[in-house]
């Protein structure tokens, strides 16, 4: 009778038995092993299981080893770290900040696309919001902005971590959902663009609406001026226009240039253009501004030349990552290598590389990879045992029956990362719930939009899932990046060093209320992927369909020709014999056949 009951009930008690060792604040990797690994034995004591079920096991952790894509985790995390480290983000807060400073809302607007280039440095929410919390911050108390509009605009612009590549989110995303990492790169960029664009759009309207809570700096807040007093925006402004004039014109010729050189029979795709367009003309402004300072030939204004020092360099270290990427001239692995040698050169070229620094990136970065391994062993072992009691298949029916289809499906798997976002880190969430609910997303959304293939449908879901781990991160009362912000904003009331003025602590509950207005443009933008896939997939490449009838009758012409003997040409002898062995993953073959054993 109880091993009855235990057949029937084994998935959900898994479940349970895991939700009860995450409440005991147990460390979430070994969590999930001993789980694995206990509900394994319970099974095989039981009978459910043969005693021979954990012998595939270490081939599938062997398997972890050799995964080169997990190799980009590490390298993007080290350049993050050496670029954040070095003052790059105060240096883009304060050169961004004096150029937008001047219109109301402008410091909002800095800190937005500060956020978007640290998003796709640091790749992590928490340093984007600290770095941002502890320099930005002060600056917007000290003159005047509404308390919900900074707090806000910090913590979501920090978020945009989740979703711009190169993002460790999509990295793991795409490994646990089988895809390419490039693919999801390609998919994540338009809707992260879009993200940045309705938040300046946000700031912008409350600008014009609200004037008094978010105004523009003072004159004497703006320290890059001519010695006529003029503000230098004009230099700036023309350099701007020069640089997309140049990008413009790459972006005319790009296609017949990368054809050659690649030897392409494909069009390149849209991203690619426009990643490689911008690096050159990044590269074309940071050569004018080196030209002008060698020989004093004062073409650039003050402003307009230590925008191009400080914002150039980082531009074109995360262009040349995601072009050689977008090229398929690198993976994203040689990619991440690429841009962890690039921020080690920018760290040299400013005199900020020691060996403290080095020490410290070197050490954050190990612990975050261990962090990841152990937490994708842990996953590893949860989803075997988890898959030899058939568990993909009774989740598989869970949503099968649930009403509204595809986009039911959609909904529920939403509402239940936004809420799982809240208590536990991306990472878990995709180590532990991605590979649950990957068969069934596979199975169903293909058929949720025309013409959809399965990989483009994977990449769907997995830029939805990045954009609602994004949202989740702000939800009071346990979103991450409100208490990140937390732990740096002032606690207490303080006088500025500035201004002298008294500042009065920030509360809890203004950072809370912040979040709320970002918190819905997430949301739609979550729902605009939904309802618009082409946002995602309208960026991936096609394949190149092979009708297999036509290429067999071709290979038999071609083997005929080479012979001058068409008529004596046996099909059947060109067809691969059926018994011969497949080549398979020795571990599925094993797991394969002791669930052949249990039937």
């Known amino acids: 009778m109880e091993a009855t009951f235990l057949a029937q009930n084994f998935v959900p008690i898994m479940f349970a038995g895991l939700f009860v060792l995450l409440l005991t604040g147990f460390p979430v990797a070994f969590a999930l092993a001993a789980c694995g690994l206990g509900f394994g034995f319970i099974g095989m004591e039981a009978g459910l299981f043969p005693p021979s079920l954990f012998q595939a096991l270490p081939l599938r952790i062997f398997g972890i080893m050799q995964n080169d894509t997990l190799l980009a985790i590490p390298f993007f995390t080290f350049m993050g770290i050496i670029l954040q480290k070095s003052g790059m ?40 919001v600290i770095s941002m919390g502890l320099i930005s911050l002060p600056i917007m108390l000290r003159y005047g902005y509404s308390r919900v509009i900074a707090t806000g605009t910090i913590t979501a612009s920090g978020t945009l971590a989740q979703a711009i590549p190169p993002s460790l989110v999509l990295i793991v995303l795409a490994d646990q959902l089988g895809r390419s990492v490039g693919d999801m790169y390609a998919g994540a960029l338009v809707p992260g663009l879009l993200l940045v664009g309705l938040y300046i759009l946000f700031i912008v309207v409350v600008a014009i609406f609200k004037p008094a809570m978010v105004p523009a700096l003072p004159v004497e807040a703006r320290i890059y001026r001519e010695a006529n007093g003029k503000s230098g925006h004009v230099s700036l402004l023309l350099l701007l226009l020069l640089c997309t004039v140049v990008g413009y014109a790459w972006a005319t010729f790009h296609d017949g240039i990368m054809t050659a050189w690649l030897e392409r029979t494909l069009p390149s795709p849209d991203d690619e253009i426009v990643i490689m367009s911008m690096t050159v003309a990044s590269l074309v402004a940071l050569a004018l501004a080196i030209v002008n300072r060698i020989t004093g030939m004062g073409l650039l204004s003050r402003l307009a030349e230590q925008v191009t020092f400080v914002l150039m360099p980082p531009l074109i270290l995360i262009f040349l990552v995601l072009g050689t990427i977008f090229l398929g001239v690198a993976t994203p692995t040689e990619g991440g290598a690429m841009g962890a040698l690039g921020a080690l050169i920018l760290a040299v070229s400013r005199k900020r590389l020691d060996k403290k620094l080095m020490n410290q990136a070197l050490e954050n970065t190990a612990k975050l990879a261990s962090f990841v391994l152990f ?3 842990g996953s590893t072992v949860f989803s075997f045992t988890f898959n030899a009691a058939d568990g993909h ?16 499906f959609l909904i529920v798997v939403n509402i239940l990362i936004f809420i799982l976002g809240m208590f536990i880190d991306f990472f878990e969430i995709a180590f532990i719930v991605i590979p649950i609910l990957a068969p069934v997303a596979e199975k169903i959304l293909p058929g949720m939009v025309p013409g959809m293939t399965a990989d483009q449908a ?13 949202t989740s991160f702000l939800t009071p009362p346990f979103g991450f990046a409100l208490f990140y912000l937390r732990s740096v904003a002032p606690k207490n009331d303080y006088k500025d060093r500035i201004t002298g003025e008294n500042i009065p602590a920030v509360k809890t509950s203004e950072i809370y209320k912040g979040s709320i207005a970002f918190i819905v443009l997430q949301l739609i933008m979550v729902a605009s992927i939904i309802v618009f896939p082409n946002l995602v997939t309208g960026g991936l490449k096609e394949g190149v369909k092979i009708d297999a009838d036509a290429a067999f009758e071709q290979m038999l012409d071609r083997a005929g020709e080479e012979t001058g003997k068409d008529d004596e040409v046996n099909m059947d002898d060109m067809k691969p014999a059926t018994d011969a062995p497949a080549e398979e993953d020795p571990a599925k073959a094993l797991e394969a056949e002791m669930k052949a054993g249990k039937k």
């Open 89 to 128: 983000a105060e240096d883009l807060l304060e050169t961004v900040g004096q150029v937008f400073g001047p219109v109301r809302g402008g410091v909002a607007i800095a800190v937005i696309l500060v956020g978007a280039l640290l998003a796709a440095t640091t790749g992590v929410v928490a340093a984007a």
């Open 393 to 408: 298949i009774w989740v598989e029916h869970l949503f099968l029956d649930m009403p509204g289809g595809a986009i039911g």
């Open 458 to 470: 994977m990449i769907w879901f997995g830029v939805i899932v990045a954009m609602n781990l994004q």
């Open 375 to 377: 937490i994708l062993i």
